[in-house]
């Protein structure tokens, strides 16, 4: 019985995928592929003023055929009236996405959208900074090199 002690690392997805799956089952989605692709599925335009809130699903009656959720979408106010009248479009991508007729409608909740905080670009080193670099490097005779070693060197001294 020679059983292995080693710790191997396991993907971060494969950790928190069930936590995240059970969340988005809670919300009515079967995959959080809905939520995550939702620019992809909807389009940019749809997407930059909307998204998946959670997919409601009629109770089944016994006999009955099963009937098609409603796809819930929060949206931002101004934008409702316009994505209302795109929502056959809406509903034909969901669908399409999903492979079957599992969305019949589309509600929608006017709300200000939960943002991904846009990371802000960081600034390039001052000139001055980058004059004194490429003032240090007369050894490299590549204009565009020293450029790029001086650019390098000024933003390394500023951190």
């Known amino acids: 019985m020679n059983k292995s002690n080693r ?15 059970e969340a ?42 099963a009937e098609p959720a409603t796809l819930i979408l929060r ?17 034909e991508r969901v669908n399409r996405f999903l492979g079957w007729n599992a969305v019949g409608r589309i509600a929608l909740r006017q709300a200000p959208l939960t943002r991904k905080s ?3 670009a960081p600034k390039g080193p001052d000139a001055a900074a980058v004059e004194k670099e490429a003032a240090s490097l007369t050894g ?15 933003a390394i001294k500023r951190n």
Do not use: C, N, Y
């Open 7 to 21: 710790i191997t690392a396991k993907p971060l997805s494969a950790l928190l995928g069930k936590v995240f799956g």
């Open 24 to 65: 988005f089952e809670k919300q009515g989605f079967a995959s959080r592929e809905l939520v995550t692709r939702w620019a992809e599925i909807a389009g940019a335009d749809v997407a930059a003023h909307s998204e998946p809130l959670k997919i409601q699903w009629p109770r089944p009656v016994e006999g009955e055929p």
């Open 75 to 91: 949206v931002e106010g101004p934008m409702a009236l316009e994505i209302q009248h795109t929502s056959d479009v809406i509903l």
């Open 118 to 120: 846009s990371r802000l």
């Open 140 to 154: 490299v005779t590549d204009d565009g090199l020293r450029s790029a070693l001086a650019r390098l060197g000024a």
